[in-house]
Every structure is written in structure tokens, then in C-alpha cells.
């Protein structure tokens, strides 16, 4: 069993930037991080591989950067000009089945609100 605590989320401004913290327990696995909207599905943001290899989603690409200490057991999701479109609970994730897509540990989550 992997615990998962996010943090640092809140309210910024359209153009802000916000930077969120995830703390593992302990793991070996990928992390990745998840978002869910008001009335949306949640969607993945990006992932990150035990050896630092990330993947983002299309609609952060260039404005997210995703980095891990694993000496630490954290990830952090660094969020620069951030849209009123990024406003959502923000969840970490972890398990074995990383690559696959299929996450056995998740975070209580985090609030993000962008301002326009």
C-alpha cells in the first residue's frame, strides 16, 4: 500500500503560476498526476518515470514541467501561465501498472482555481 499527500494548490490568477507537491510513502512506480473539472471526467496531466522520463498531456505541454526526487519520495508539478481551463482537482497517482494507464494509489487530491 502506497500513501499518497498532494499539496499546494489554491486560487491564482489567469497567467500565474502555482506549483503542486506530491508526497509518497514510498514507491519504486511511475507517478503520475490527474485533474477532474465540475461535470468532467478526470484526465490525465502528465507522468513520470522512476529514471525522470515524462509524458504530458497535449494541453500542458510547455507550460507544465513535472520533476521527482525519489531520495524524497515527491513529485512536483510545476504549472506556469496557467488558463481558467486548468481549474480542477488535481490528484497524484501511483501503482505497478504505471505504463498501462491503471493506477492503484491515488492522493485525496487537490484544488486549483484559476481566475480569469
Known amino acids: 500500500q502506497v500513501q499518497l499527500a498532494e499539496s499546494g494548490g489554491g486560487l491564482v490568477q489567469a497567467g500565474g503560476s502555482l506549483r503542486l507537491s506530491c508526497r509518497a510513502s514510498h514507491t519504486i512506480y511511475g507517478m503520475a498526476w490527474f485533474r477532474q473539472a465540475p461535470g468532467k471526467e478526470r484526465e490525465f496531466v502528465a507522468r513520470i518515470a522512476w529514471s525522470g522520463g515524462v509524458v504530458y498531456a497535449d494541453s500542458v505541454l510547455g507550460r507544465f514541467t513535472l520533476s521527482r526526487d525519489n531520495a524524497k519520495n515527491t513529485v512536483d508539478l510545476q504549472m506556469n501561465r496557467l488558463k481558467p481551463e486548468d481549474t480542477a482537482v488535481y490528484y497524484c497517482?501511483?501503482?505497478?501498472?504505471?505504463?498501462?494507464?491503471?493506477?492503484?494509489?491515488w492522493g485525496p487530491g487537490t484544488q486549483v482555481t484559476v481566475s480569469s
Open positions: 497517482a501511483s501503482g505497478p501498472g504505471w505504463l498501462r494507464g491503471k493506477y492503484d494509489y
